[in-house]
């Protein structure tokens, strides 16, 4: 039997994206990269797995709970997937922890930059941690001492948490054996210690350490037998019922608040917890010993991210990149639109800067010939100019539509807030579909102008399309493409899916964009269906992709097809990916690679060979069935051929070209580094050394 009769034709979702975290940890590893930005790659594996337990575990168990035999879509048994995650989980935490310990941390020290443990204190630093804890941390806990009146608190999700072993009997006759202790969020877990108490550059103090040796101030007369910290991470999945929404802002604020509260899903302790609290913190909070994760410090290294805010040694960085402007960019002027009216304008970021995207709104909400401005939000951030440049156009008199997306995983309550701050200036807000986020980036302007062959009044429309967030922060970390046009097709769909969203309508028949949930899905899969056809007919045939994540089954389903039909087939998917590539009579002619390393791979650029007219889109939708079939999402072809060959080469070829920070997959889904090539360079080192040469 052949191995296409015996192997699933699908790899499980949940155990991929652990592969693809272990890829982030290796660049923590890897003693090429920066120190500094080897212990945030560390930080950011604990913000990745914080999230996978709050989402996909937290599904998964909700699965099982209930259809004990349900199945995940690869066909493994639920509780079986459970299982192999607890596994596989538990040793990448471990890694992470070992080269924490074991190279990072080290490595800091011979930099002068120190980790003060609670065993290496000095007298001078315990007296100085006594007097922090004392003045600092103490009038803010709220120690609470187990008893029948006192049960077990349903401690906040993700928060520092201690479990203090007691003996004795309080001041009311009350035997106490255990005490919690939780830690406010605005308290640091990184404090510097005075330089002269330091025989290190840099000295810190964790905030465990300090409640480790001074917690049982908080239980006078009662003899404390050991600190021990502790963090459950809880189910965080919004549930906001469809059919019974009278206020969908309303009905968030309130599921914002549960959220920190939801079912446990994972315990983590330190190492050192005896067995008997930790078999008390498993039974109060319901979780099962696979769940309980013990590690060998901190249980949250995303803070350990302060490090890098209180340090100045910028040779421990990355290089800073100043991004590249648009040649001859006039900044907030009138100008902008004649540029984009002469011909499209593509932006590649962080390569090329997002100013000019502000820029664009707030021309727009200056220019005495704008009339109305529509604009969708995903993620923004708590502070943005642009959000600033689209309320100063409300007041200025523009119609202004947001179409704010309430669900946006983690960002909730700043666009919540958002929305209240926009209504107030006076603009309209919309918050997408209720069962369909809105995903789409989209930027429509209405200007009215004169017509140059009839000197008439007309109005005329400029878009920016794109596949990333409208957000200056991480359009420095993420690559993402961004399109200016005023190509009236285009943007005459722009404003029908508008329409469609913030009105009630049919479907609406568009002649550029495909858009889902209505016609991307079925766009793909007749355009891969198309080179297959190619191929059988003898003709050159190619599909090259790039995506965020590959999992939905119909689409790989076609893509295994035209693999069979002999179609060149290039996959660059950064995290899962459902498919198994190389794969004799199924996959042959399918590769697949993810790259990680300085910039967070975030673009989705679909490229069909067509016959040799070739077809390129980039979107906002990964190739996931929510993008694909219950999202707001839209997929723009570029029309100008340099833009088309820009995207081509800086978007797909490059990271074949030059692997130096890029995986290949097998077909068991495994990752391993590229052999033979002969460019260890990476992809992001070409196209920012690309920039640079096009300021000189």
């Not at 800091?108 to 004392?134: C, M, N, S, V």
């Not at 040796?213 to 003899?223: C, D, K, T, W």
């Not at 995983?409 to 666009?415: G, I, Y």
């Not at 209504?423 to 919309?430: F, I």
Request: aromatic share 8%; net charge negative; hydrophobic share 40%.
């Amino acid at each position: 039997m052949s191995q296409t009769d015996i192997a699933p034709r699908l790899l499980n979702r949940e155990l991929g994206t652990l592969e693809f975290n272990r890829r982030v940890l290796f660049q923590a590893l890897d003693d090429t990269n920066p120190l500094l930005e080897r212990l945030r790659f560390l930080s950011i594996v604990s913000s990745n797995m914080d999230e996978f337990f709050e989402t996909r575990v937290a599904t998964l168990q909700d699965m099982l709970e209930a259809d004990p035999g349900s199945r995940t879509p690869d066909g493994m048994q639920v509780s079986d997937a459970l299982a192999e995650i607890s596994v596989r989980a538990h040793a990448l935490i471990a890694d992470q922890y070992r080269v924490l310990q074991q190279a990072v941390l080290p490595a800091l020290d011979k930099q002068g930059i120190r980790l003060y443990r609670l065993p290496d204190w000095t007298e001078a630093q315990r007296a100085w941690a006594q007097h922090y804890f004392e003045t600092e941390v103490s009038p803010l806990l709220t120690p609470i001492g187990l008893d029948p009146a006192h049960p077990f608190p349903r401690v906040i999700n993700k928060n520092l948490v201690f479990a203090v072993q007691l003996e004795g009997t309080d001041a009311f006759g009350r035997n106490i054996e255990l005490g919690v202790v939780q830690t406010p969020r605005t308290l640091p877990r990184i404090v510097p210690m005075p330089p002269e108490l330091c025989d290190a550059r840099y000295g810190f103090m964790l905030l465990s350490s300090c409640m480790q040796a001074f917690a049982g101030q908080l239980f006078p007369g009662l003899e404390v037998r050991g600190v021990h910290q502790f963090r459950v991470t809880r189910n965080s999945e919004l549930f906001i019922d469809d059919d019974d929404i009278t206020n969908l802002r309303a009905a968030l604020q309130g599921e914002l608040r549960a959220r920190h509260f939801g079912d446990a899903v994972r315990l983590e302790v330190a190492a050192d917890c005896p067995h008997e609290v930790i078999e008390r913190l498993l039974r109060e909070n319901n979780i099962l010993p696979q769940d309980c994760y013990r590690v060998d410090g901190p249980v949250n290294l995303v803070r350990l991210q302060e490090i890098l805010d209180q340090v100045n040694e910028p040779q421990l960085l990355f290089s800073p990149y100043l991004p590249a402007l648009p040649r001859n960019w006039p900044g907030v002027d009138a100008e902008i639109f004649d540029r984009i009216r002469e011909r499209d304008l593509l932006l590649h970021h962080p390569y090329d800067a997002f100013a000019p995207v502000v820029d664009l709104v707030k021309t727009a909400a200056r220019d005495p010939s704008v009339v109305a401005i529509k604009q969708t939000i995903y993620r923004t951030g708590g502070n943005s100019e642009l959000m600033d440049a689209l309320i100063e156009a409300a007041r200025n008199g523009k119609e202004v539509t947001v179409v704010l997306e309430l669900m946006a995983r983690l960002d909730e309550e700043t666009n919540i807030n958002w929305s209240s701050r926009l209504e107030a200036a006076g603009a309209h807000v919309v918050f997408g579909v209720v069962g369909f986020k809105c995903h789409a980036k989209m930027l429509l302007i209405v200007r009215r102008e004169t017509a140059e062959d009839s000197g008439r009044k007309m109005l005329r429309m400029y878009a920016h399309l794109g596949t990333g967030n409208y957000h200056a922060r991480t359009a420095r970390l993420y690559t993402d493409f961004g399109l200016m046009t005023a190509n009236p097709e285009i943007c005459e769909d722009a404003r029908r899916v508008f329409l469609q969203i913030t009105g009630s309508s049919q479907v609406q028949e568009l002649k550029r964009l495909w858009q889902s949930p209505f016609t991307l899905h079925a766009n793909v899969l007749a355009a891969i269906a198309r080179e297959a056809d190619h191929a059988r007919s003898g003709k050159p045939a190619r599909v090259w992709a790039r995506v965020n994540a590959l999992l939905e089954p119909t689409v790989i389903e076609a893509l295994y097809a035209a693999s069979q039909a002999g179609v060149e087939i290039r996959l660059l998917v950064r995290g899962a990916c459902m498919l198994r590539p190389g794969v004799e009579g199924l996959s042959d002619n399918i590769r697949v690679r993810s790259t990680i390393g300085r910039f967070l791979e975030h673009s989705r650029v679909f490229y069909f060979h067509n016959g040799g007219e070739a077809e390129v889109y980039i979107s906002s939708a990964d190739w996931m069935e929510r993008n694909l079939l219950r999202r707001v999402e839209i997929a723009v072809p570029l029309l100008d051929n340099k833009i088309k060959a820009q995207v081509i080469r800086e978007g797909l070829r490059v990271q074949w070209q030059h692997p130096g920070n890029a995986w290949e997959m097998d077909s068991d889904g495994n990752y391993h580094r590229p052999r033979g090539s002969r460019s260890r360079l990476s992809c992001h080192q070409v196209l920012m050394h690309s920039r640079l040469e096009r300021k000189q």
